[in-house]
């Protein structure tokens, strides 16, 4: 019943959307696995792998635009969220290696018999459940927001303050992780991760289930997220977000509309988080520098902030162009990127999503006048 | 006391005043050729004798004696100082201190020393240079026979006082009697009223001096120890927050340089400018280039190359930030998260030509002389390059404000950031005030640069490394009020470096980081908020 009030209360667009997203999901690791090497078919293992990283991005994507885009609130810490959640995976991961890392402890993790650990830190218990650590990927990131979240919203701090406060959140995290003292592996962070649930992390089948389970989470969140928009809730959000000091007047608590939204959109990136550090095999802090999460607002706005398509469209062509120009023109990239974040600014302030928009409603007049 | 100590002390005195006695009368040559007479034990009375006959040739023949380099000729018994290499030594005459030919080894034969000759010859030196004319030297014989201890050295130490007219160096030299006094079998009254001369030098030799006398057996002179370290190290932490606190201005005017400009864009403009940073590495680099181009051109001029570059920074820096305005943030008034996007981008694109231009990494940027060394005052360390740093950080400052204050531009700026369609409305022209105020905190970064370069590395990654805490300075103090942003950083830069030790440099400052963030919550406006209707 509730399945399907979710899927009724979507518009056809986002239905169609989610649709290809879970036929790319189902299709790129089955073509991986089911093909022999030699087909047209095949799709090579590097694609999968890609295809799982862009996924998660994507997630991470929709989580800035649920905050950005529908409220108003534009966070430039939430690649904090996704290396909390990361970071949860990644110690799972590390419980797992057991006897097979490099010096055999059957608890430690290497980095710490190499940092002269007697014994395993108390946050670091409960970590070899993979039931505790996929608890942990969603309340850790959530408490964060939830914390930070209830201090600013509740004290008003607004716009570019908040923004600021989001950035200095995860600049200290950075700081924070890239200590050695800290029991999170310092600046080499987690990696060297064998197996996950039994499975291990190097094989094709592995990665296919991973790809498969990312593009599941990215339309559920989707989902998700279409419920929270379209609903009565959504639309006071979005008004929260166009004037905040009128909703106020009106008897509506703004705090707790942004607190649910930040606080659900900390778990999503949390989530994302976790499903992609087994694919990429590594976490560590550099996923906390500033630049990563404003990447990730860029993503929303090349794409089109204030939908839900177009954050996922976004990172996928953001990334995508990424990875060929990294590799084709290593020089290039900082200058296109950083060429993409002004033009993008100026000239397609509701991104790609919003420029289709306006095609087609042009095209549209254009038909009514001819007709 | 027991005997056998005492007789160990005593014995080496009484040879000396013996032996002592007997060379007073004697002449300098004859002091110099009873060091070639005899076995080490005559020897050694030999040197004892010569230190203490005051000559100023004693020092350089106890130096050569040690080095091996005294030398008896074989031919006439006369004592040379030999040096050089290969098989002709070129001879000085130790007495007269004239050259005297030179000679194969063959024809010399060496005047050995061992081991405990050569602690015998470094106690007479210590003595020797506490005579020594130049008033330095006598100083730092002092210090050196203060960390030294060297018991034998007290009986020298006494007459050195006794003939001393300087009263600094006179003072010092009975900080290191009394220190001497403090590791001898002195009476415990001696070693009490030593205690306080010591507690009166008050530094870190001292305090040890202090720890070492607080182990003593006199229950008395061991208690008058403690008290007396424990002073000592009260006033030595004392210092070392005054030390703490200059580190944290010399921060904060860091802070400062780099945040004020930010402070203008920011506070009048409402704009977020996260090319701030880069605004700051063309500074930087603007300074390289000058150094280079001043080194070919006008190498004579290489001293002042740092003041050179300060206007053509502000100039580059300034200009780059008023086409930035024309072409980019003019468009974005009014979205300041989009500018915050814009220029995130601009800085990544800023960054990337610079690295293209002059490679990824450091350049390097020459203090002049000027900058370079330090001063103490009491027991704190100034170095002159962040000294002067302050003092730029400063006048930049004063500069700002005057212009704000008494300029017709700082007029104009005030008044649209006040109203700015009341100022339009007034005449203003308030693109051209944009692009200028603009310009004006661009060139204040710029000269920030110039200052940066002095004391961090010149790389393409200069200005992220103070872009977040620019704006935590910003924040911190409150918008749109220049006092804040002074108060602010300084605050910062104090706060930082007093966590420092005890927390380290990086958690240090995370605990900045979050406490920011939670005095955010508390003041969402800063320090100095603005008030009135503008304000939203």
Request: hydrophobic share 55%; glycine share 10%; net charge positive.
């Amino acid at each position: 019943m509730m399945t399907r009030f979710l899927w009724t209360g979507m518009g056809r667009n986002l239905r169609l959307f989610v649709l290809l997203v879970l036929t790319v999901g189902i299709a790129v690791p089955l073509l991986n696995v089911l093909m022999p090497q030699g087909s047209p078919l095949y799709v090579p293992s590097y694609v999968l792998q890609l295809m799982g990283k862009y996924l998660c991005y994507a997630s991470l994507a929709l989580a800035v635009d649920l905050v950005w885009g529908f409220c108003g609130i534009l966070s430039l810490g939430h690649a904090a969220f996704f290396g909390l959640g990361g970071y949860c995976m990644g110690m799972y991961l590390m419980r797992q290696i057991g006897t097979r890392g490099v010096y055999g402890n059957p608890v430690l993790p290497d980095f710490m018999v190499f940092l002269n650990y007697k014994e395993l830190p108390w946050f670091w218990y409960g970590f070899d459940q993979f039931w505790f650590a996929a608890a942990m990927v969603v309340l850790v990131p959530s408490l964060l927001a939830l914390a930070l979240g209830w201090f600013a919203f509740r004290s008003r701090v607004t716009g570019v303050y908040l923004s600021i406060i989001t950035q200095a959140m995860t600049f200290a995290l950075l700081l924070a992780f890239f200590r050695n003292d800290m029991g999170f592996g310092g600046n080499n962070g987690l990696t060297d991760f064998k197996d996950i649930l039994g499975y291990s992390v190097q094989a094709d089948a592995t990665r296919a289930v991973l790809c498969f389970a990312s593009a599941l989470a990215l339309a559920l969140f989707l989902v998700i997220s279409g419920a929270v928009v379209g609903s009565r809730f959504g639309k006071a959000l979005t008004a929260v977000r166009d004037a905040e000091s009128r909703m106020r007047f009106l008897g509506y608590r703004v705090e707790g509309f942004k607190l649910f939204v930040f606080v659900l959109s900390a778990a999503m990136a949390g989530i994302a988080g976790a499903l992609y550090v087994p694919q990429v095999g590594i976490i560590n802090p550099s996923e906390f520098a500033p630049g990563n999460s404003i990447e990730a607002v860029l993503w929303v706005a090349v794409g089109g902030r204030g939908t839900l398509v177009g954050p996922v469209i976004g990172a996928f062509l953001v990334n995508f162009a990424k990875t060929w120009l990294t590799g084709a023109l290593p020089e290039v990239w900082l200058f296109a990127l950083g060429a993409l974040f002004i033009v993008v600014t100026l000239l397609l302030p509701k991104g790609i999503v919003g420029l289709w928009a306006q095609i087609k409603s042009r095209n549209l007049a254009r038909k009514a006048v001819s007709a | 006391m027991s005997h056998k100590r005492f007789l160990a002390w005593l014995l080496p005195a009484l040879v000396t005043l013996a032996v002592a006695g007997t060379a007073m009368a004697a002449d300098l040559a004859t002091l110099v050729g009873n060091l070639a007479a005899g076995g080490y034990s005559e020897r050694d009375a030999a040197i004892t004798a010569l230190a203490a006959s005051g000559e100023a040739r004693a020092a350089p023949v106890l130096e050569a004696l040690s080095a091996g380099e005294l030398y008896v000729r074989t031919a006439d018994k006369v004592v040379v100082i030999a040096r050089g290499s290969g098989k002709q030594l070129s001879l000085v005459d130790a007495v007269t201190g004239k050259e005297a030919g030179s000679a194969s080894e063959d024809a010399l034969d060496r005047i050995k020393v061992n081991n405990r000759l050569r602690g015998t010859i470094d106690a007479a030196m210590g003595a020797l240079t506490l005579m020594n004319p130049d008033p330095k030297v006598r100083r730092a014989a002092a210090q050196s026979l203060f960390t030294r201890r060297d018991a034998s050295s007290l009986e020298p130490l006494d007459k050195a006082i006794a003939g001393e007219k300087d009263a600094a160096i006179k003072r010092a030299m009975t900080e290191a009697r009394a220190a001497i006094v403090l590791g001898t079998d002195a009476p415990a009254a001696r070693k009490i009223e030593a205690i306080d001369t010591v507690r009166a030098r008050g530094d870190r030799d001292a305090l040890g001096v202090l720890l070492a006398a607080a182990a003593s057996a006199n229950a008395e002179v061991k208690a008058a120890a403690a008290t007396a370290a424990e002073s000592v190290r009260q006033r030595l932490d004392a210092w070392q927050a005054a030390q703490n606190v200059w580190y944290g201005i010399s921060l904060g005017s860091v802070l400062l340089l780099a945040a004020i400009g930010l402070a203008i864009t920011f506070g009048t403009m409402g704009v977020i400018n996260m090319a701030h940073g880069e605004m700051v590495m063309l500074g930087a680099y603007t300074t390289f280039v000058v150094q280079q181009t001043l080194r070919s051109v006008a190498p004579q001029l290489n001293e002042l190359s740092v003041i050179v570059a300060l206007p053509i920074a502000f100039l580059v820096s300034g200009a780059v930030g008023v086409v930035i305005e024309r072409t980019i943030i003019r468009f974005l008034y009014g979205r300041a998260l989009d500018t915050l996007l814009a220029t995130w981008g601009l800085s990544l694109v800023l960054q990337q030509a610079v690295r293209t231009i002059f490679g990824p990494t450091n350049r390097e940027v020459s203090s002049p002389s000027w900058m370079s060394g330090s001063f103490l005052v009491g027991q704190i360390e100034v170095t002159y390059g962040r000294l002067w740093i302050v003092v730029f950080a400063l006048l930049v400052f004063a500069a700002l404000l005057l212009v704000l204050r008494r300029t017709p531009l700082g007029l104009y700026m005030r008044a649209v950031t006040q109203n700015r369609p009341m100022a339009s409305a007034m005449g203003i022209r308030t693109p051209r005030v944009d692009a200028l105020t603009f310009g004006l905190g661009s060139g204040i970064a710029g000269l920030a640069g110039v200052a940066l370069s002095q004391i961090d590395n010149v790389s393409p990654n200069l200005g992220q490394g103070y872009i977040i805490d620019s704006f935590m300075v910003v924040v911190f103090g409150g918008v749109g009020n220049l006092f804040g942003t002074l108060l602010g950083a300084t605050a910062l830069g104090i706060v930082n470096k007093f966590l420092e030790p005890y927390a380290g440099a990086v958690l240090g400052k995370i605990l900045v980081l979050v406490f920011i963030i939670l005095f955010i919550q508390r003041r969402p406006r800063g320090l100095f908020a603005q008030k009135g209707r503008s304000v939203e």
